[in-house]
């Protein structure tokens, strides 16, 4: 059985990382090679044989949301507070909004009064995850707002062929939303308010059929929505996980930033897929950590004691 064990995060996080014995045992055994050109994407698109330029966000997040599929091109239409500074407006990171599954009902209903008529409908299946379908395809470069939050939004705004219009759009949702019931309700009470909509990630589900592994866990919406399209077994993260049984290739994505998450990681992960692998229950693990290298362990690599496990900023070059 074949376990692929995507922790895009932990290069970028090892140095805030305890001693976990069971991944660096795995890490400090393992065959290191190349992984993948293109980060997260890259190695998606080599597990579910896509081409890496059709994994945009708002088509797969969509169908992880709504199980819902249709050929409409999609953007995530995410609600933000943006917040003056100066001469600037700041994003507030999504976290502190909490926006209510009422709110983001009626915001949807105002914005679908007022532009169904162009063609335009907005979608909130889940509160923090809304979608725009729009009648025609905008070629732009976009930017996903966890990546913005913090800092001012000018130089991440929509650019290319329809960036312009992209953002008068926005725009146009801004005054929109301005004197909106919700937010009026919102600021009374000292909560700030939805005051514009974040485009990006904008995209149709691919034409070509995606071949995947038989199941993946995940807490990932993206990668969720990709396990569904391929057709896979897709299993929310965090849960008991057995390596003794199952379909003979599995994904294993999971967010991976936070101390908590690290050694939910170590604990949940790392520790059953070595003991599956010293069991012979694991024929071979493929782990990505973010460090655009691929380690692959396999019960003979467990042989390699002289690799004596060390801490994850050795291993991964990041110290």
């Given at each position: ?18 001693r976990l014995p069971a991944l660096e045992t ?52 995410d609600p933000v507070h943006l917040a003056a ?235």
């Amino acid at each position: 059985m074949q376990w692929t064990l995507l922790l895009a995060d932990l290069a970028a996080v090892s140095a805030i990382a305890p001693r976990l014995p069971a991944l660096e045992t795995l890490l400090a055994r393992a065959h290191a090679h190349g992984a993948p050109q293109g980060g997260v994407m890259g190695v998606l698109a080599d597990r579910f044989s896509l081409p890496a330029e059709t994994l945009m966000a708002a088509p797969f997040t969509r169908l992880a949301d709504t199980g819902a599929r249709d050929n409409g091109f999609y953007f995530r239409a995410d609600p933000v507070h943006l917040a003056a500074d100066r001469d600037q407006l700041v994003m507030l990171p999504l976290a502190v909004l909490q926006v209510q599954a009422e709110e983001a009902r009626a915001f949807s209903e105002t914005f679908n009064r007022t532009y169904a008529a162009q063609g335009y409908h907005l979608e909130t299946p889940h509160p923090e995850r809304w979608y725009l379908r729009v009648p025609t395809p905008f070629r732009c470069v976009t930017h996903d707002p966890a990546g913005v939050a913090g800092q001012p939004v000018f130089e991440f705004m929509p650019d290319g062929e329809h960036g312009q219009s992209l953002r008068r759009f926005m725009n146009e949702v801004q005054m929109l939303f301005f004197e909106h019931p919700v937010n009026q309700a919102r600021e009374a009470a000292g909560r700030p308010a939805i005051n514009s909509l974040w485009f990006w990630g904008g995209g149709r589900l691919p034409e070509t059929p995606a071949t995947g592994p038989g199941r993946v866990w995940t807490d990932r919406p993206l990668i969720a929505g990709l396990a569904r399209f391929a057709g896979s077994d897709c299993r929310a993260w965090p849960c008991r996980l057995d390596t003794s049984s199952g379909p003979e290739k599995q994904l294993i994505a999971v967010n991976c930033t936070t101390p908590t998450e690290i050694v939910q990681v170590e604990e949940q992960i790392a520790a059953a897929l070595l003991h599956g692998l010293r069991k012979r229950h694991v024929s071979e693990i493929l782990i990505y950590p973010g460090n655009q290298c691929c380690y692959r362990v396999t019960p003979a690599s467990l042989r390699r004691f002289w690799r004596r496990r060390r801490p994850l900023p050795e291993i991964l070059g990041t110290a």
